[in-house]
């Protein structure tokens, strides 16, 4: 058995509403130092596998098909092996 | 000016449901040995100030009133000094 951990993150050359959005609610907080806000996602997950190869050909195939939108995200995991 | 890099998941006592869809469309994917995927949120921002004291107050800060629901989230972040 796996644990992923999962970010996706968007390009940098992409522009994010969110964060954008984020940095101007800061400033109604009185916040005035903080730039660049970029959100991103961190999925975390379960792999009912011994082998970690499989485990990797499975968040590969799991991130380009379904959580990543990889016209504008990168994304990047690491796995754990747990009991 | 630091580097701020923050976690916010979901309790694991609160039901997600974003997760439960992942964890169904993998098996549209024929992936079946995935379970307990949790989506939270990953959030880069630079805050420009020299003190890591203040950085961290801002932080916690911006969590609480912005960023995480403390009702069913859970927030942690990590500050690295940057040029």
């Known amino acids: 058995m796996y ?34 806000v970029r959100i991103g996602k961190f999925i975390e997950l379960n792999i009912d596998t011994s082998s ?6 499975e968040l590969d195939k799991l991130c380009n098909k379904l959580l990543a939108n990889l016209n504008i995200e990168d994304y990047s995991f690491t796995l754990e092996e747990i009991k």
């Open 52 to 57: 970690r190869e499989k485990a990797n050909e």
């Open 3 to 36: 644990k992923a951990t999962i970010i996706i993150k968007r390009r940098k050359s992409i522009l994010d509403p969110q964060g954008k959005a984020v940095e101007q609610g800061s400033k109604l907080l009185k916040i005035d130092d903080i730039s660049e």
